[in-house]
């Protein structure tokens, strides 16, 4: 017997049906193994070496595998084609190997990018080796990140700073925060433009000032009302002005290379409103379904046989008119783009979303049309650009017309719509031609500031800066999310809250390189440099690590008043303006104050003066944060749903309704869903999660509490909504204060 060996439950399903029998096909469930939770699991006296640990509740997973391994003469390694994948099948064979189970077997790693019968063949008819570099790449990522939270979250907790820091979640954070400090800063200035309103042969446009009196007039030349005022009392309207210039070209408009991780993200946040984690959960399903290609890539290639069957669908659907004479090529912007062979495309071209509905439906619309309009003609323009003098004045106007589809017959980006929209519409015009001018308007505008970032132009951002690589950006959205180090508006915009403001206030000062975008990118550099096998894992590890370490060691002897000193001073035109910083009670001055429940502001005479404020500024972050992506209901089966009513959530079978309170769209199952609606309860033990390093207790999850899911430690409970990773289980437990022994119920 064959046993493959991938990630994912569902894709196991998928993929057995394709192999059929000979072939048994099981799910590792993500990763199976990590670092031991505590103070010590990487000696970084004797490089670097790493203390792992089965992750809790995993066991069983181990057991299955090894239960099948003992039936199976040959064993493929399946897991995703990135370096977390690479990474997931170097655990499972590290671990096999340890428990001598794989004697007189034959084990191989296989890799393929999408869900086929032809591909996953393939793949298994060329099997290879585990890829080292790859490994060592993860190893490196995931020692950093180790190192850095157990160096410096331990400060954080101990100075009421915050609940971690992470090595790319901070500079996303500090961006966020850099651009809050330009929107504050910012001077709006005041700049006028003058339109004429034209008429010719009954067609009415607008043209544009754009040179008085020999001057030229450009955006910010006119600065007032009296400026202006001065131009248009030298015309007097209605007037005739006459055509002095024309200017004809034809232009053409290159369609988009097909999607990346990153591109993807934007493209659905703008047209669908969907988060970087929504998206990224569908396409993880869209791919385990066999519908597409594998979802996180930096690479905007395509094979030779999707770009032939592209332009087979193309040629058949639309005419060789909308079929270029040789396939287009795009080339990736990314400097180490190696972890996936092609973009994100469909596995088959024939559009089959009637199979799918909902989110899934959406974002596979939206890949399939891009798809096949990357391998389209270029959209073609007429742009005609007129100047017409009056009197003193050279007013300016572009008229442009599609006069060919080409790649946007099958996709327009918004603002593409927007262009055309905003495009004048010009009656036929000749060289002396007369225009009437009806009026002649001055219009009041001011510059705006920097837009906020969101979710899209948040994850272009770090791309160009080169933070974060296609497995990381959905997760380095909902991290900073769910730490609270910022919020989102109703237009789904970036606020920095106050725990983001103090985290990023200590961090520059005291960590500047761990928010320093450039260090961040050479850091992702390394990382890639490893990958592709032109540096060694060590030699990353201590140029990272020494200074590093250095920074941590200096850091624990800072007194917490030169902590507030700093924090005050990267803080106050964000909290005071540079000006309103004096106490409203005693006139004494005002400064950030650390305690457990987060900073606060109060007042510096203290004792004698108890004034305290908030450290929010609500003027500046929305009281009322929208709820996006979140459903209301989710079908188990044909008759069962699991729903989010007025009175809480529930599930029903149609004809009975039963109180699911302790359960939420992520952790319902079809199973408890059964058990809620028959009446019975079964006693699920609790997982353990790991130590907590500041108390050395265990954290153990607990999924039926009777209040709903919850985790605890050391006589300390936090609910929760669904099982949480350690570090954030860690962050939870250490942030709440824990109950007296005098007061637990049932204790005297």
Not at 20 to 32: N, Q, Y
Not at 53 to 74: F, H, R, V, Y
Not at 286 to 314: H, K, P
Not at 626 to 634: C, F, L, N, S, V
């Amino acid at each position: 017997m064959n046993l493959l060996i991938v990630e994912s439950p569902s894709k196991a399903k998928t993929i057995e049906k394709y192999l059929g029998s000979g072939w048994r096909v099981i799910a590792s469930v993500g990763h199976v193994r990590d670092l031991v939770p505590e103070s010590g699991s990487v000696d970084t006296e004797h490089d670097f070496a790493p203390k792992w640990q089965i992750m809790p509740g995993k066991e069983k997973q181990i057991k299955l595998i090894i239960d099948e391994i003992k039936k199976a003469d040959n064993i493929y390694l399946a897991s995703d084609p990135d370096r977390e994948g690479e990474a997931i099948a170097w655990h499972i064979n590290d671990i096999l190997t340890a428990r001598k189970v794989l004697n007189g077997k034959n084990i191989y790693r296989v890799a393929f990018h999408e869900i086929t019968k032809h591909a996953i063949v393939d793949a298994i008819n060329h099997p290879r080796e585990i890829d080292k570099n790859l490994v060592d790449a993860y190893l490196v990522r995931r020692i950093l990140d180790y190192l850095i939270g157990f160096g410096i979250s331990p400060l954080l907790w101990k100075k009421n700073l915050g609940k971690s820091a992470g090595r790319v979640q901070s500079v996303a954070v500090r961006l966020v925060i850099d651009r809050e400090k330009e929107i504050e800063s910012f001077k709006p200035v005041e700049y006028w433009n003058i339109t004429a309103n034209c008429e010719k042969d009954k067609n009415k446009f607008d043209a544009n000032l754009i040179k008085f009196d020999g001057r030229k007039i450009e955006k910010m030349t006119l600065e007032n009302k009296t400026m202006v005022d001065d131009i248009l009392s030298s015309l007097n309207t209605p007037t005739i002005g006459t055509v002095s210039n024309i200017d004809k070209k034809k232009t053409q408009r290159h369609a988009y290379a097909p999607f990346t991780t990153s591109t993807l993200q934007q493209d659905a946040a703008n047209k669908l409103h969907f988060s970087s984690k929504r998206t990224m959960a569908t396409a993880q399903k869209l791919y385990e379904a066999g519908f597409i290609t594998y979802m996180r890539t930096d690479a905007t290639n395509l094979s030779v046989d999707a770009v032939n069957e592209i332009r087979e669908y193309i040629n058949k659907e639309y005419g060789d008119k909308f079929l270029p004479k040789t396939p287009n090529v795009y080339v990736t912007k990314s400097k180490n783009a190696q972890e996936a062979h092609e973009a994100i495309r469909p596995t088959h071209f024939t559009n089959s979303k009637n199979d799918l509905s909902g989110d899934e439906a959406k974002l596979y619309d939206l890949i399939w049309k891009r798809t096949i309009a990357c391998q389209m003609t270029n959209a073609e323009f007429d742009s005609v650009s007129v100047d017409i003098d009056v009197k003193k004045c050279v007013f300016h106007c572009v008229g442009t017309t599609r006069t060919f589809d080409g790649f946007m017959r099958v996709y327009v980006e918004d603002n593409e719509d927007n262009k055309d929209d905003k495009n004048v519409k010009l009656p036929p015009l000749n060289i002396n031609d007369e225009i009437e001018i009806k009026s002649v308007n001055g219009e009041q505008h001011f510059t705006q500031p920097p837009a906020r970032f969101t979710e899209a132009s948040l994850v272009k951002k770090l791309e160009e800066l080169g933070i974060g690589r296609p497995s990381t950006y959905a997760t380095i959205m909902s991290t900073i999310v769910d730490r609270k180090y910022v919020e989102q508006d109703k237009q789904h915009r970036f606020h920095p809250t106050p725990a983001g403001w103090v985290l990023i206030a200590y961090l520059s000062n005291y960590f500047s390189d761990l928010v320093d975008v450039n260090f961040t990118a050479k850091t992702e550099d390394t990382l890639d440099d490893v990958s592709n096998g032109t540096r060694d894992k060590l030699s990353s590890l201590k140029s990272f690590w020494e200074p590093t370490n250095k920074t941590i060691e200096s850091a624990r002897d800072v007194k917490t008043t030169d902590i507030i000193n700093k924090i005050n001073e990267f803080m106050n035109y964000h909290l005071f303006h540079g000006e309103n910083d004096k106490c409203p009670k005693c006139g004494g001055k005002l400064s950030i104050k650390l305690a457990k429940n987060g900073a606060f502001i109060g007042c510096t005479n203290y004792p004698k003066c108890n004034y305290t404020a908030n450290l929010s500024d609500t003027s500046k972050t929305p009281e009322n944060i929208e709820k996006t992506d979140t459903p209301t209901e989710k079908k188990l089966d044909e008759n069962i749903t699991f729903k989010i009513g007025k009175y809480g959530p529930y599930v029903t079978d149609g004809n009975k309704n039963v109180s699911a309170k302790k359960y939420t769209i992520e952790t319902i199952t079809l199973d408890i869903a059964r058990e809620l609606l028959n009446g019975e309860k079964k006693k699920i033990e609790p997982l353990k999660l790991g130590k907590n390093p500041k108390t050395d207790k265990e954290i153990y999850y607990y999924p039926d509490g009777r209040y709903g899911p919850y985790i605890s430690s050391n006589r300390v409970n936090v609910s929760v909504q669904e099982q949480p990773d350690l570090e954030t289980a860690i962050d939870l437990i250490n942030n709440k204060k824990s109950v007296p022994r005098k007061f637990v119920k049932g204790k005297k």
